[in-house]
């Protein structure tokens, strides 16, 4: 629980020093995209953690690697979503003010 405590306050404290630099419209898009990777990063870890539960009650190897596999997918679909989110405000975003 202090490590997702940490990791949010270093978060909040690097969002505020970009704030400066970007526009409204961008930093609401960051956040956004930020809102979608940590439920992506939350929803991966609880899947992680069911397959872990499932290890530990026996389950077969390939079943505990394939829910592993989906936890990471997960991860990573919400990355690349999050990153394209920021990447098309970047493009529209003209001048920081």
Same mark, same amino acid.
């Given at each position: 629980?202090?490590?997702?405590?940490?990791?949010?306050?270093?978060?909040?404290?690097?969002?505020?020093?970009?704030?400066?630099?970007?526009?409204?419209?961008?930093?609401? &898009?960051? &956040?956004?995209?930020? !809102? *979608?990777?940590?439920?992506?990063?939350?929803?991966? !870890?609880?899947?992680? &953690? =069911?397959?872990?539960?499932?290890?530990?009650?026996?389950?077969?190897?390939? %079943? *505990?690697?394939?829910?592993?596999?989906?936890?990471?997918?997960?991860?990573?679909? &919400?990355?690349? %979503?999050?990153? %394209?989110?920021?990447?098309? *405000?970047?493009? =529209?975003? %003209? !001048?920081? =003010?």
């Amino acid at each position: 629980m202090k490590s997702i405590f940490k990791t949010a306050l270093l978060a909040s404290t690097l969002a505020l020093g970009l704030a400066a630099c970007d526009s409204k419209k961008e930093n609401a &898009a960051e &956040a956004t995209a930020n !809102a *979608v990777r940590e439920s992506g990063d939350a929803t991966a !870890a609880g899947m992680d &953690a =069911q397959a872990a539960s499932a290890d530990a009650m026996g389950a077969p190897a390939a %079943k *505990v690697d394939a829910m592993k596999n989906k936890a990471d997918m997960t991860r990573d679909n &919400a990355d690349a %979503k999050a990153d %394209k989110m920021e990447n098309n *405000v970047d493009k =529209q975003d %003209k !001048a920081p =003010q």
